[in-house]
């Protein structure tokens, strides 16, 4: 199975700030690299699939980046409702891995 | 818009066994594939499996052999998972997923809590 690191786990931030998640994976996942925001009370939400391709939704002050083993969620100029748990999901092979997560907090 | 609605929390005995369910409106049902995923308290997520309705097709993570059962009711849009052999290890919380190529969540149900104990 690929496994999926991500760091940090845990990330403090305050409004306005821009931050940067890793995530990198046991082995080549081509770009195929899912991101996912968790959040008290609300479904989880796809903000980005294949590295860098934003859903129709995600604002645009999130992207992604990376490929093969190493890939990168980026956050401009938060919003107090980007204060989450993200997670990163690879989507080349089966069976399908996440990343243990990262908890955004307000400084 | 699309909609994924889990039945309520489960408190189960071990050795039982215990059937979920997820309702799906607001998309195709038969056309798309629902993933379940496991997250185990303090854990991250786990990919159990995806069924795709419209054939009964189903594909299962291996460390799942034997422990979930997935199922599908067209006439209702209602995905089912079936977890056995139940032990406090299954003690998690489990979440339904569309996908319309059976690799990336685009929508997630609420999630289903399951606690085994005696």
């Known amino acids: 199975d690929v496994q999926m690191t991500q760091s940090p786990s845990y990330l403090a931030a305050s409004p306005g700030e821009s931050v940067s998640i890793s995530c990198k994976a046991s082995k080549s996942i081509n770009t195929y690299l899912a991101w996912y925001q968790e959040k008290p009370g609300i479904t989880n939400k796809l903000l980005i699939y294949s590295g860098s391709t934003l859903p129709s939704g995600t604002p645009s002050r999130f992207s992604g980046s990376g490929s093969g083993t190493d890939f990168t969620l980026t956050i401009r100029s938060l919003e107090p409702e980007d204060f989450a748990v993200y997670y990163c999901q690879q989507h080349n092979e089966y069976p399908l891995t996440f990343g243990s997560g990262t908890k955004l907090e307000i400084k | 818009q699309v909609q994924l609605q889990q039945s309520g929390t489960e408190l189960v005995k071990p050795a039982s066994s215990v059937k979920i369910s997820c309702k799906a409106s607001?998309?195709?049902?038969?056309?798309?594939?629902m993933h379940w995923i496991r997250q185990q308290t303090g854990n991250g997520l786990e990919w159990i499996g995806w069924?795709?309705?419209?054939?009964?097709?189903?594909k299962y993570n291996e460390k799942f052999d034997g422990k979930a059962t997935l199922t599908a009711d067209k006439s209702s849009s209602t995905g089912y998972m079936q977890l056995s052999s139940l032990t406090s290890e299954d003690s998690a919380v489990y979440f339904c997923?569309?996908?319309?190529?059976?690799?990336?969540?685009?929508?997630w149900g609420q999630g289903v809590s399951v606690t085994v104990s005696s």
């Open positions: 069924i795709y309705p419209g054939n009964g097709n189903t």
């Open positions: 997923a569309r996908s319309p190529n059976g690799y990336v969540m685009d929508d």
């Open positions: 607001g998309y195709s049902f038969t056309s798309n594939y």
